[in-house]
């Protein structure tokens, strides 16, 4: 029986930066797709928007461009299992959004696979691909101790790393700060769950 040993792991350079800049670019070319955030839904059920939990825009067609990453989300899954310290489940599908959190927004403290709709979601990342040097302060993903870890881990966004965790783990989006307002100015990810 595998025993948690992290409750988070992180990746930086994930992507090569060409890849990164083209994704960023297809995103921003699709910045008026984004729509307003819900929660608890999925391919059949469209979930709700609830503002006092979670504020964000996000894509939820991300499309063919991305499909390069998601084969390298794919191969780290191993890697990131294996340095949480989790059980290895199969792979059926891996789940993708694209999300940009703007100037006074955050996804409150919550967990990814509590709906009967989300329950086979075993396994979060999180993939950071704003601009460098960052425009806007705060949104740290904050995740919560687990008996292994002992305390919160707080993550700061940073892009070209991918933090992968599991679903159960309570965590959050702390609230951005993004003077301009601009989208390409906003904390933006791809962000996911690999489901068995
Ligand atoms: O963007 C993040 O850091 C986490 C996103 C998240 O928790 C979610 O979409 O469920
Ligand atoms: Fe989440």
Redesign the pocket.
């Known amino acids: 029986m595998a025993v948690q040993t992290a409750n988070h792991v992180v990746m930086d350079s994930f992507l090569p930066s060409g890849e990164l800049t083209a994704l960023r670019g297809h995103l921003g070319g699709h910045a008026s797709h984004f729509e307003a955030s819900r929660i608890g839904g999925d391919r059949s059920d469209p979930g709700r928007v609830a503002p006092d939990v979670r504020r964000s825009r996000v894509l939820y067609r991300v499309g063919e461009e991305a499909d390069g990453f998601l084969s390298k989300v794919r191969a780290s899954v191993p890697t990131a299992v294996a340095r949480l310290g989790i059980r290895p489940l199969p792979i059926a599908t891996i789940q993708l959004q694209a999300?940009a959190?703007n100037d006074g927004e955050f996804?409150r403290p919550?967990t990814?696979n509590r709906h009967p709709q989300t329950m086979r979601r075993w396994l979060?990342f999180?993939f950071f691909l704003h601009h460098e040097p960052p425009r806007f302060s705060g949104g740290e993903?904050r995740i919560a101790a687990t008996e292994a870890d002992g305390g919160w881990s707080t993550i700061t966004p940073t892009a070209n790393r991918i933090?992968f965790f599991p679903t159960g783990i309570l965590?959050e989006?702390a609230v951005v700060r993004c003077p301009s307002g601009a989208f390409e100015d906003c904390r933006l990810?791809l962000?996911g769950w690999v489901t068995r």
């Open positions: 999300t959190t996804f919550h990814d979060a999180t993903l933090v965590h989006i990810t962000n």
